[in-house]
């Protein structure tokens, strides 16, 4: 008698078409088929499944920002007030500079980055966060180096 794997919870053939994927997205469903010694039409149906589920939440190529002329990067952390945290998180992640909100704890709520052309981009972008409603105060870290930057996950 096989054990079921419960439902959402991807299994070692799921995650062995995840790694393929992370390492590769481009990859067919018949390459991965041969590499992983199971029908295509397996890995199709597995591959269909995990994006319905939001395992595979999409595919998208990794673009150097620098090369394509966002050379400024910030971190941004914000207090805001308690009970409209997620009005202003949904507003922050509406805005195109910004690449990521995180509602983390401690002394601020909200850390975001964001990506800019210039400096007069960034000013710009700043003096507009003040404005948001329920935002108390920012403090902004600009980046100078990145020594790693990786948002992929290895299953």
């Known amino acids: 008698m096989s054990i079921q794997q419960p439902k959402g919870i991807p299994d070692e053939l799921d995650l062995k078409i995840m790694r ?8 067919s469903y018949r390459e991965i088929a041969e590499e992983l010694q199971v029908a295509p ?3 199709y149906s597995r591959t269909r499944k995990l994006m319905e589920e939001k395992i595979i939440k999409a595919y998208v190529p990794v673009i150097d920002p620098s090369k394509v002329g966002f050379d400024l990067s ?3 952390l914000i207090q805001a007030e308690g009970k409209h945290l997620r009005e202003v998180e949904e507003e922050l992640a509406r805005m195109e500079e910004v690449y990521y909100v995180y509602d983390i704890t401690g002394d601020f709520d909200i850390a975001v980055g964001a990506r800019f052309r210039n400096r007069g981009e960034m000013d710009k972008f700043l003096k507009s966060l003040l404005k948001i409603p329920y935002v108390r105060r920012t403090v902004t870290n600009v980046v100078l180096n990145v020594v790693k930057e990786d948002f992929s996950v290895k299953v």
Not at 20 to 27: M, P, Q, S, T, V
Request: glycine share 14%.
């Open 20 to 27: 393929l994927l992370g390492e590769d997205a481009r990859k």
């Open 41 to 43: 039409g397996t890995i």
């Open 74 to 76: 910030a971190m941004i």
